[in-house]
Structures are given as C-alpha cells and as structure tokens.
C-alpha cells in the first residue's frame, strides 16, 4: 500500500521535473537587433550545432507534448536562420561559404 501511495505523489513531480528538463534543455529565443549586428561565423556554428543537439535531444524528452519538442527545435533554427541571413546581408557572405563548417559531435562553447 505505501509503494502504490508514494508511487501516485510522486508521479506529478516526475512531469514537473520533465517539464523543467525541456526549459533548461535550450531555451532558444528571439535573438536582439543588436545581438544580430555583432553576431559571427562562430556564433552561426555554435546555433547550428545547438539546434542540432536539440533536435537529437527533444523527441527523448518524456511528459512533454509534441509540440513544445517542435517548439524548441525550431525555435533553435529560427535562430540560425537569423544570424546566417544577417551574415549574408551584412558582411556579404555566400550560403556557400557559410555552409561549409559542420559541426562536431559536441557542441562548442562561443568563443572556446
């Protein structure tokens, strides 16, 4: 009986807790004009690689719904998609050059 009643009380905690996890996964907002204007290949790399690990990393995620997974890699994506058009519109690189760097299987640190 004591396994049963612990097992319910401890059952709201757990989606709490599973909650908490996909907000401290990434959270991927809006990035600021001037945030844009200083933003650098390497900052295009590390958003792509970020997204990247999101989009590994949210279908994992148990006692979220869908969408919020979809939330959080597009959000992540909206991001890159930002800074690489700034890139492109700026400093007048190409898709090409910008495509060319991959990621690693970790995800770098900006500016490490």
Not at 38 to 43: C, F, G, K, Y
Not at 57 to 71: C, N
Request: a positive charge.
């Amino acid at each position: 009986m004591h396994r049963s009643l612990c097992r319910w009380l401890c059952l709201p905690l757990l989606f709490a807790c599973a909650s908490v996890l996909a907000q401290d996964l990434v959270e991927c907002k809006r990035i600021e004009h001037d945030q844009l204007v200083t933003a650098s290949q390497e900052t295009l790399l590390f958003l792509r690689c970020r997204a990247r690990q999101v989009a590994y990393e949210a279908p994992r995620l148990k006692g979220v719904s869908q969408r919020v997974k979809d939330d959080l890699v597009f959000a992540c994506l909206d991001q890159a998609d930002a800074v690489e058009h700034q890139l492109r519109v700026r400093h007048g690189y190409s898709r090409e050059a910008l495509a060319r760097q991959r990621c690693e299987l970790s995800v770098p640190t900006p500016g490490g």
